[in-house]
């Protein structure tokens, strides 16, 4: 599933547009963005919890040439599934 399928789910089964589905799509994942820019966990109870980590600089190695090449230390996001998610991924036979 895509963005478009996604715009398309929501606005038929909330009965909007799919304008207004488009921005309450872009205005969620501007919110999580800003969220995590700042430091936050941010929480959809069900769905999952998304957070920021740090990772540390570390030696790595070029697959090509097997040379050590440094890796810098970076943030990343990490996202934690919830409980309703993973019980609905992980029925067998159902959809």
Do not use: C, W, Y
């Not at 501007?30 to 430091?39: I, K, N, P, T, Y």
């Not at 540390?56 to 090509?64: D, E, F, K, L, Y």
């Amino acid at each position: 599933m895509n963005k478009g399928h996604l715009i398309e789910r929501i606005a038929s089964e909330a009965g909007i547009s799919k304008v207004a589905a488009d921005k309450a799509i872009d205005s969620m994942l501007a919110g999580v963005s800003e969220g995590l820019r700042q430091g936050e966990r941010v929480t959809l109870v069900g769905f999952g919890t998304f957070s920021v980590i740090e990772r540390r600089a570390r030696t790595g190695r070029n697959p090509q040439t097997g040379a050590p090449i440094k890796i810098a230390a970076k943030k990343a996001v990490r996202f934690t599934i919830g409980k309703r998610l993973s019980g609905s991924i992980n029925r067998k036979g159902k959809k």
